[in-house]
């Protein structure tokens, strides 16, 4: 495997910075997103006339790539480290249906497990980091 190039990016959403990640194939070079905008995109709720398509990690995934990778992720405590989340499905019928199907095009992805009721995916090579102590009030 060849170490891909980490850059600076620009948030293709909102113009700010989105941080140091690799370029994901689907954006033009130079952007990526941001984890607010990537939050807010996958909050927005599909409508009558509209279905919001990147509410699915699937297609939110094929669209801006992989967070951890090409944006900031979010993290899930495990074993006293903490992994990036790289997709989340509801644990039911549906969702694991949708995880596997996620699995199987995103090959590097795996269950790191069942958190509440959210199947949490990581990249398979993810070996957790330690959890980042939050700074001492003096
Ligand atoms: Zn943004």
């Not at 130079?30 to 398509?53: F, K, V």
């Amino acid at each position: 495997m060849t170490a891909e190039k980490i850059r600076r990016l620009k948030c293709a959403c909102c113009g700010g910075e989105a941080g140091h990640w690799q370029q994901w194939h689907n954006q033009d070079t130079g952007w990526g997103l941001c984890r607010t905008c990537a939050d807010w995109i996958m909050s927005q709720p599909s409508t009558r006339t509209y279905h919001n398509e990147l509410a699915s990690p699937l297609q939110f995934c094929r669209t801006y790539g992989l967070p951890g990778k090409n944006y900031e992720p979010r993290y899930q405590r495990h074993c006293g480290l903490d992994f990036a989340i790289v997709a989340s499905f509801p644990n039911r019928v549906k969702g694991t249906s949708d995880a596997n199907e996620f699995m199987a095009l995103f090959r590097g992805t795996s269950v790191l497990g069942i958190f509440g009721d959210q199947i949490i995916l990581a990249m398979k090579d993810d070996i957790g980091r330690k959890p980042v102590e939050p700074e001492s009030q003096a």
